[in-house]
C-alpha cells in the first residue's frame, strides 16, 4: 500500500518523472510505449509504478492523469546508442566542416545569380522563375546553415531556443524537397518545349510557373507540418545537451506503421518519383534531338547535353548518396543498429546541391548564359580598353624620345 507521505512528495513534484523517448539514431525500445513510468526520488529510486496504477493513483486524489501533466521540459534518458552517436567525432567537427565550405561557397554563388535572373535576365521565362525560386530557396538555407554550425561545434548542444529550431529545421529539409521538385518541374518544362514545342506557349507557361514554384512550397510545408506540431528540442540528462531534432519525442510516432507511413512516403515523394520523372524527360530529349537533322537544334542539342552531365554530377554526388544512406538508416532502426552518423553526413553532402544550382540557371537558361556572357564580355572589354589606353599614353610620352634626332 502506497503511503501518504510518497503520495505527498509525488505531488509537491519531490519525485521526477522520467520517461524514455525514441532517438532517430537508435531502436532500442522504439515505437513501443513504454509499460511502466521509473519513479526516483531527489536522492534514490523507490519504486517501480505501472502505468495504470500511477494513473489510477492521481484520478483518485487530483481527478488528473499522470499522462496529461507536461513532460516537455524533463530531462530525458537516451540508451547508450544515442548517446554514442552525439559523441560522435564525424559529427561535432567533420558536419560543422562540410557546412562551412557549402556556406562559403553557394551564399556568394547565389547572391550573384539572384542578381543575374532578377535584374538582368529581363523578359523572365518559365525557366528563369523556376530558377529564382530555387536560388531563393539556397539562399535560405545558407542563411540557417550558421546556427548548424555552431550547434555541432558545441557538441550538439542546441543554444537558440525550440522555435528557433523549428526555423532551421523546415528550412533545411524545405530546402532539399524544394529543390528536387524544381528541378523536376525544369525538366518537365523543357520535355514539353523540345519534345512537344507546339504545346509550348510562353505566356501560359510562365503564369504556370508560378503557380508551380507556390503549389511545390504549399506541398513542401504540408509534408513537414508534422515536425511543427512538436517539440523538436529535447533536454538530454546523460550529457547534459539539449538537441534540436537529433531525439524524438516518442509521442511523435507513436507506431512503427506511422513512422514508416510518414518517413517513406517522404522518400517516395521526394526522392523517387522526381528522379523517374527526370528520367523519362531527359531520354526523352536525347532521343527527340537525335533524331533531328535541323540545324537549329544543334545550340540545344550541345547545351542540353552540358544540362544533362550537370545534372547527373548534382544527382550522383548529392542525392543518390543521401537516398542510399536514409534508407539503409530506416532499415537498420528497426533492427537495433545505429546508422545516424552516416545518414548525418549524407544529409551535407546532400545539402552541397546549392553549389551546383547555379551551373543549373547557366546551361538551363538561354537567357541567363546570354546575359552572364554579355556581362563578363563587357567586363573584358573595358579592361581590355582601360590597358591600351595606358599603353597608348606610354608610347606618346616614349616616343618623341626615340624619334628625336642624336645631337
Known amino acids: 500500500m502506497v503511503s501518504f507521505k510518497f503520495l505527498t512528495e509525488l505531488l509537491t513534484n519531490q519525485l521526477i518523472v522520467e520517461e524514455e523517448t525514441q532517438c532517430l539514431c537508435c531502436s532500442e525500445g522504439l515505437f513501443h510505449q513504454p509499460v511502466f513510468l521509473l519513479l526516483k526520488s531527489r536522492t534514490e529510486p523507490l519504486l517501480i509504478f505501472r502505468r495504470r496504477i500511477v494513473q489510477d493513483i492521481f484520478v483518485a486524489i487530483t481527478s488528473k492523469s499522470l499522462l496529461e501533466m507536461p513532460l516537455v521540459n524533463s530531462p530525458r534518458n537516451v540508451t547508450n546508442i544515442t548517446l554514442a552517436a552525439l559523441q560522435s567525432d564525424a559529427i561535432q567537427r567533420i558536419l560543422p566542416a562540410l557546412f562551412m565550405l557549402n556556406c562559403s561557397i553557394s551564399i556568394p554563388l547565389n547572391l550573384i545569380s539572384l542578381l543575374f535572373l532578377c535584374w538582368y535576365s529581363r523578359p523572365w521565362t518559365s525557366t528563369i522563375i523556376f530558377c529564382i525560386n530555387l536560388t531563393i530557396s539556397d539562399l535560405l538555407y545558407g542563411f540557417i546553415l550558421p546556427f548548424q554550425i555552431a550547434y555541432h561545434l558545441k557538441k550538439n548542444n542546441w543554444p537558440f531556443g525550440d522555435v528557433l529550431c523549428h526555423v532551421v529545421t523546415i528550412l533545411s529539409y524545405g530546402n532539399l524537397h524544394c ?195 554579355r556581362k563578363l564580355c563587357r567586363c573584358v572589354a573595358v579592361g581590355v580598353s582601360e590597358n591600351s589606353h595606358i599603353v597608348s599614353e606610354h608610347d606618346m610620352q616614349i616616343m618623341p624620345v626615340q624619334q628625336a634626332p642624336k645631337i
Not at 550541345?302 to 532499415?331: A, D, E, G, K, W
Not at 545518414?343 to 551535407?348: E, F, I, N, Q
Open 179 to 373: 529543390s528536387i521538385l524544381t528541378m523536376m518541374s525544369l525538366s518537365i518544362e523543357r520535355y514539353v518545349g523540345i519534345v512537344h514545342p507546339l504545346r509550348y506557349k510562353a505566356g501560359r507557361t510562365i503564369r504556370a510557373s508560378f503557380l508551380v514554384c507556390i503549389s511545390t512550397w504549399a506541398l513542401v510545408l504540408l509534408t513537414l507540418f508534422p515536425l511543427m506540431q512538436h517539440k523538436l528540442t529535447v533536454r538530454i540528462q546523460q550529457l547534459p545537451i539539449t538537441t534540436c531534432f537529433d531525439v524524438l519525442p516518442k509521442e511523435m510516432f507513436n507506431t512503427r506503421t506511422e513512422f514508416i507511413a510518414y518517413f517513406g512516403s517522404l522518400l517516395f515523394l521526394f526522392f523517387f518519383l522526381p528522379l523517374i520523372i527526370m528520367g523519362f524527360c531527359y531520354i526523352s530529349i536525347i532521343l527527340t534531338l537525335r533524331h533531328s537533322s535541323s540545324s537549329q537544334f544543334r545550340e540545344t542539342k550541345r547545351q542540353t547535353i552540358y544540362f544533362i552531365i550537370v545534372l547527373l554530377l548534382l544527382i550522383t554526388v548529392c542525392y543518390l548518396p543521401h537516398i542510399v544512406m536514409s534508407v539503409t538508416h530506416y532499415i537498420l532502426v528497426f533492427q537495433k543498429k545505429s546508422f545516424y552518423v552516416e545518414y548525418k553526413l549524407s544529409l551535407a553532402t546532400a545539402s552541397f546541391h546549392c553549389c551546383f544550382n547555379p551551373f543549373l540557371y547557366y546551361f538551363g537558361s538561354k537567357e541567363f548564359r546570354q546575359k552572364i556572357q
